[in-house]
């Protein structure tokens, strides 16, 4: 059953990171309940272990559904939430592809620091801010749902990362000039 249940996180991350890529400045509750998920779903299972993995999910989801429900009422601070959870949940990932194991209290500071950098983040660019942080958001869950080699890690994250800058710039675009 803990194989299955690893599974299906897995697949629900995989699921998260290809909609952020792709919709996550587009679809902005999409992008906030995605990074809410993730994040209570990381939390649940740091400091939650012992929960069992469906309870853990269960947990998660209904975060990402607040999440996504207060995104629709209260865009600009949902948004705020959102680039703090994301830019903690980014810089976590991007030092865990560099091979630094953090634990404990480190984390929760690297978490904070990514935070704050990530609300400064949509503060100042908000809708380049949201291409950025749900591109590299997605990149990230995306490859934490596999499991590969570093190198390969590496690789597929920058590729996802690009490619999502890529799709929603072109999405943006295309709105910009369906408005001219």
């Known amino acids: 059953l803990k194989e299955k249940d ?13 909609g952020l890529l792709v919709l996550g400045r587009k679809l902005f509750w999409l992008f906030v309940g995605g ?3 993730v994040a209570a779903l990381a939390l649940a299972a740091r400091f939650f272990g012992s929960m069992p993995e469906w309870l853990q999910i ?4 209904g975060v990402g559904l607040v999440g996504a429900l207060v995104a629709v009422f209260l865009q600009k601070a949902a948004i705020g939430v959102a680039g703090f959870l994301g830019g903690g949940l980014i810089l976590g990932g991007l030092l865990g592809l ?19 950098l990530g609300v400064i983040l ?6 380049w801010a949201l291409i950025l942080l749900s591109s590299l958001a997605g990149a990230s869950i995306l490859v934490e749902a596999l499991s590969l080699s570093r190198p390969v890690e590496l690789m597929l994250f920058l590729g996802a ?3 999502g800058i890529v799709i929603q ?9 369906g408005e001219g």
Do not use: N, S
């Open 98 to 116: 560099l091979g630094v194991d953090l634990a404990g209290a480190a984390w929760f500071v690297v978490f904070v620091i990514g935070g704050v």
């Open 161 to 163: 990362l690009a490619a």
């Open 35 to 37: 990074i809410g998920f």
């Open 6 to 18: 690893a599974e299906m996180i897995a697949v629900l991350r995989f699921v998260a990171g290809i």
């Open 58 to 61: 269960l947990l998660a989801l």
């Open 169 to 177: 710039a072109a999405i943006k675009r295309g709105e910009k000039a």
């Open 122 to 127: 949509v503060a100042a660019a908000f809708e």
